[in-house]
């Protein structure tokens, strides 16, 4: 037997504990827009808080060689749906395997610096990384 699609019930003050991370089968949200900002860093290094301001600048202002630098490219880029793929299991049942994502755009500045970071991109290696939304103030982010 299948299991039921649950509805999410949204916290109705700031007191309630945050909660655990989820998606749904059933009626997942997904956010698609213009991507103008990304930055990463090494996944050894989070941010331990990311609505601390002077955090943020503190990590950008690191020195390139540092490992917990947060790194900075401007783009135009855009986060499409994610992509998903069907399988049948037993008794007729469906199911949705992990859904992936490829951010896809272009970088209008070409020097040397930025050559050099997306030729290392092509290493394979993880990494944090957020992304700013066009119009938007707030990062999306912790992707790995």
Known sequence: MATACTTITCPTTCADPLPAGSWSLCAPVVNVGEIE????????FPLTDETDASEWADRKALTDSDEDKIHSIYCKAEKPKPEKTEIEISRNTKVVTNRN?????????TNATNYTAFRKWACPRKVLVWYLL???????????
């Open 37 to 44: 900002e990304i930055l990463y860093t090494n996944i050894g």
């Open 134 to 144: 066009k119009d938007s103030a707030n990062l999306v982010g912790n992707e790995r």
């Open 101 to 109: 994502t490829k951010i896809t755009g272009q970088v209008f500045e």
